[in-house]
């Protein structure tokens, strides 16, 4: 095995030499928008006559690329495709098969600013929040390729004088991987290398805002070596090839991220056994949360303010992690609202290629107008205190928005927004508090404000949440640091970067040989 573990660093952005390399990376990328992507079966390259334009969010009229679109048939043969290639993959040695996510890994690592600069103009990442997306995949690939390897050594038993036991993690088969478009870089590495490194083959659905980023991930794994057809490309309308490769009864398993509905119908879906199915399908689900912030009497404004603007409007709040809600005890309250309200006034909206931004675009015109009706929605469920319109009309900007005095049962408090809104709600106790905190559908992330040990222990206990932080930000979690996901409708609580990840996508065999 390679050396432990290390997170991959990031870039700072304070150094003017750094600023420059990216400024460089998006001149490079820039230069080579508006082309077109084939689906990718088999490792051929397959163009069709249904193309979908990926535009940038912060720019409408830049295209970033034109990107094929797949069909009930190309659906087919790409299954078909990832069926014949897990025959060979699977008797790939695992230390063989890390060893591709090593060369991955490296390969990314040479052209970080480069993958960045591309989530800048697809996704509108400012630098900072694209830098950490490339760096979460660097260290997806770094950590499964060295979870493989542990997994492939033997595993301990309980001895027997009689007979020799072993027992091996052997892959499920052809999977199905369909990633979220707000990390379109660190998600789609992180579900794919981790179906692949233990030796299956998947179909790589990507998220429709996002497909080229995706299809530049795919290059890289070819570029790396990966054999054709372990990963096959495959963009489309999810209602019709999505559902298609969920239900195709060669699927072994579905690896999800994205919202509520889409996982309910995959989860709903992949549980029909179809005809010639020869096995029960796993599904493998993160859907989002509804996550809170709870600062008690005790905390320090200036901390509790730190936590929420970062959890809140880092990437416009179009993280599953962010903080949508804030629950602050009764005395400290007015205090805390005041300092969030003075720090996000000083947030830079804009393009998020301009260096000084701090808040771009959110993702698409469907995310926009959600926002805005959730927007409308706040203004008759609680105080407006700053935000609530938009920026430049050439872009899809929301304004970091606040409402005061909301009822924990308000729709604002309840519903997954995911953008730049938060709602802040008044407690009575830390009890209270933490009462609100897990009266939601949903249990993802949460962050407790406190010097108060015996309120932190409480926290602990009680707070319904897959990762709890303490006195820090509820967003951020680190790949092996962090594992992460969440409880009730939040998901499968797969702790993606965590030592049990792996154990998903595989199944355990035990062979004893009797002397």
């Not at 400012?126 to 997306?133: L, P």
């Not at 393009?351 to 771009?360: E, K, L, M, Y």
Request: charged share 25%; hydrophobic share 45%.
């Amino acid at each position: 095995m390679r050396t432990e573990f290390k997170n991959e660093a990031f870039t700072d952005f304070q150094a003017e030499r750094e600023n420059l390399a990216y400024d460089a990376a998006l001149r490079q990328v820039e230069a080579r928008l508006g082309r077109s992507y084939p689906l990718v079966i088999g490792g051929a390259r397959v163009d069709t006559a249904r193309k979908a334009a990926s535009v940038n969010p912060a720019r409408h009229g830049q295209v970033i690329g034109l990107v094929a679109q797949a069909d009930l048939e190309l659906a087919e043969r790409a299954i078909d495709a990832a069926a014949a290639a897990f025959e060979t993959w699977k008797r790939v040695d695992p230390q063989e098969r890390a060893r591709y996510l090593y060369r991955a890994a490296a390969l990314l690592r040479r052209r970080k600013h480069e993958f960045s600069a591309w989530m800048t103009l697809e996704a509108g990442k400012t630098r900072a929040e694209a830098d950490a997306d490339t760096a979460e995949a660097i260290d997806f690939m770094e950590f499964y390729a060295r979870e493989m390897q542990r997994l492939s050594l033997p595993q301990p038993l309980t001895p027997s004088a009689e007979e020799e036991n072993q027992l091996y993690y052997a892959p499920l088969g052809v999977g199905v991987v369909i990633p979220p478009w707000n990390f379109p870089l660190a998600i789609v590495a992180g579900m794919t290398c981790a179906a692949i490194v233990c030796g299956n083959a998947v179909v790589l659905k990507p998220a429709s805002p996002t497909p080229v980023i995706a299809a530049r991930f795919v290059e890289l794994l070819e570029q790396a070596g990966l054999p054709p057809g372990v990963v096959n490309y495959l963009p489309g309308p999810g209602g019709e090839v999505g559902d298609a490769l969920v239900d195709h009864p060669l699927t072994r398993f579905v690896s999800f991220t994205g919202s509520r509905d889409v996982g309910l119908r995959i989860n709903e879906r992949a549980a029909k056994t179809q005809p010639g199915q020869r096995w029960i399908k796993r599904v493998v689900l993160e859907m989002g949360g509804k996550d809170a912030i709870v600062v008690v009497a005790d905390a320090g404004a200036a901390l509790a303010a730190e936590a929420f603007v970062a959890s809140a409007f880092g990437f416009s709040g179009q993280k599953c992690s962010a903080c949508s809600r804030a629950i602050v005890h009764q005395d400290i309250y007015e205090a805390v609202l005041d300092k969030v309200v003075e720090r996000t006034r000083k947030l830079v909206v804009g393009d998020p290629a301009d260096r000084s931004t701090d808040v771009g675009p959110v993702v698409d015109d469907k995310a926009f107008r959600k926002i805005l009706d959730y927007i409308a929605i706040g203004k008759q469920e609680g105080r407006l205190v700053l935000g609530g319109g938009t920026g430049d009309p050439g872009g899809w900007f929301v304004e970091p928005t606040i409402f005061a005095d909301v009822d924990p049962k308000a729709r604002i408090s309840q519903e997954e927004i995911f953008g730049p809104v938060v709602a802040f709600t008044r407690a009575s106790t830390f009890e209270d508090a933490l009462r609100i905190a897990n009266d939601t559908d949903y249990g993802l992330t949460g962050a407790v404000i406190s010097n108060d040990r015996a309120h932190l222990e409480l926290a602990r206990r009680e707070f319904f949440a897959g990762n709890l932080y303490l006195n820090r930000k509820c967003t951020g979690a680190l790949v092996g640091t962090h594992p992460f996901g969440g409880f009730n409708m939040s998901g499968t609580d797969s702790k993606a970067g965590g030592r049990d990840y792996l154990l998903l996508f595989t199944q355990a065999k035990v062979v004893s040989e009797r002397f």
